[in-house]
């Protein structure tokens, strides 16, 4: 199969007027002038998107709902719906993020996003789920409901762990929690990736759980102590550590674009990690929903906890690649790294997925001058096509 483009985004440079060939994997990557003319005009596999740019599939780490649907339904209809609407804006693939809740309520929505990544889903591929939650500080709850946090501990973890059957990739909980620092070697151990936040931790606290072997931070500037000049805290931890992921909605509303690009700056595309957060009422109009078990209100697309707090987003991670473009003074493809190779390295699958090069799956879609998504494919296989 061959797809002919204006552009397309490498890992590692920008290919105008460009002919990519690819089965399950990228093949080929070429100027069309110097691709074989006469056996592209013989073969009915070249698909003509010449007016569009071709992006590599975007990887959403923190995702809990969207079209009315709840990772928390344990559902593979809402998993399936999730993944086919995530599909439509570019994302190829994403982690179904859990909300705090009853351990029973946890442990049945974890063993779903098992079976449903074994049975797949038809759009947008799960990589693997996050546990945020429920092992945070009521400090910093955010939309997580606190009556039901946990101190953290082997048996809860194993539980859950048992839960996942293996499909768990990453786990979210607050470093200054007792047997917090002993169990991060654990968690390292069973190959999941260690993320802080709902945190009131020092940034000592921070540092040493960084230093234990956790990869970043959950959504940076929310649901932790900030940033002060005599106790740089969660946020001055995450964004002086360099080996640290940080976890950014960009969306204008959690974080001042000035703080996004200060961001930016310290942590570089390597490091900042674009999310969602997205919520189940992301894509439909504004109204009362749940999170979870919590109510929500949206508001211009805004989502709000009944106390006024913010209540992730309904943010579309594409969008948030196009405006960090103007908000981090960058071009189109440093931006997009944040948002697909990036979170890719901090899975660690970035020998198979996060750019477009030869050797990789093939995951990526196809886009307008306005960031409007024309197609997309995951693993080769077409997944949404634009009506």
């Not at 990736?193 to 000592?204: D, F, K």
């Not at 707090?309 to 594409?318: D, E, F, I, N």
Request: proline content about 4%.
């Amino acid at each position: 199969m061959q797809i002919r483009v204006a552009k397309v985004f490498t890992q590692n440079q920008v290919v105008d007027d460009a002919v990519l060939s690819f089965n399950q994997q990228i093949e080929d990557i070429q100027a069309a002038s110097s691709f074989d003319k006469s056996s592209a005009c013989n073969n009915s596999q070249m698909l003509d998107y010449s007016d569009f740019w071709l992006i590599p599939g975007l990887i959403d780490t923190h995702a809990h709902g969207a079209m009315g649907c709840d990772v928390m339904d344990a559902s593979h209809h809402s998993l399936d719906t999730m993944s086919q609407y995530f599909a439509s804006l570019g994302v190829t693939g994403f982690l179904p993020t859990t909300m705090t809740a009853n351990k029973t309520d946890i442990c049945a929505a974890l063993r779903q996003i098992h079976r449903s990544k074994i049975q797949g889903v038809q759009g947008a591929e799960i990589l693997g789920g996050y546990l945020e939650g429920p092992f945070f500080n009521p400090a910093y709850k955010g939309a997580q409901p606190a009556e039901h946090f946990l101190e953290i501990n082997r048996s809860d973890l194993d539980d859950f762990l048992q839960a996942a059957q293996g499909s768990l990739s990453s786990i979210a909980l607050a470093p200054e929690q007792l047997l917090a620092p002993s169990l991060i070697p654990y968690l390292k151990q069973q190959g999941l990736r260690v993320m802080l936040g709902h945190t009131n931790a020092t940034y000592e606290q921070t540092m040493a759980a960084l230093n234990a072997g956790a990869d970043g931070v959950v959504h940076c500037f929310n649901g932790m102590r900030g940033l002060h000049h005599r106790e740089p805290g969660v946020v001055g931890a995450a964004l002086s550590c360099p080996h640290c992921y940080t976890e950014l909605i960009a969306d204008g509303q959690h974080v001042h674009p000035a703080i996004m690009k200060l961001s930016y700056q310290l942590k570089g595309s390597e490091y900042l990690n674009l999310i969602t957060d997205s919520v189940p009422s992301s894509g439909l109009a504004d109204g009362d929903y749940f999170l979870g078990s919590v109510p929500i209100n949206i508001q211009r697309g805004v989502a709000r906890t009944a106390e006024g707090g913010l209540a992730g987003s309904t943010l579309q991670l594409l969008h948030a690649v196009r405006d960090a473009c103007s908000w981090f003074d960058i071009n189109l493809h440093t931006a997009l790294k944040m948002a697909s190779l990036t979170p890719a390295t901090l899975l660690g699958i970035e020998d198979k997925y996060g750019s477009i090069k030869i050797g990789k799956q093939a995951c990526f879609s196809v886009i307008d001058q306005q960031f409007n998504v024309q197609a997309a494919w995951v693993n080769g296989q077409k997944v949404y096509q634009k009506e």
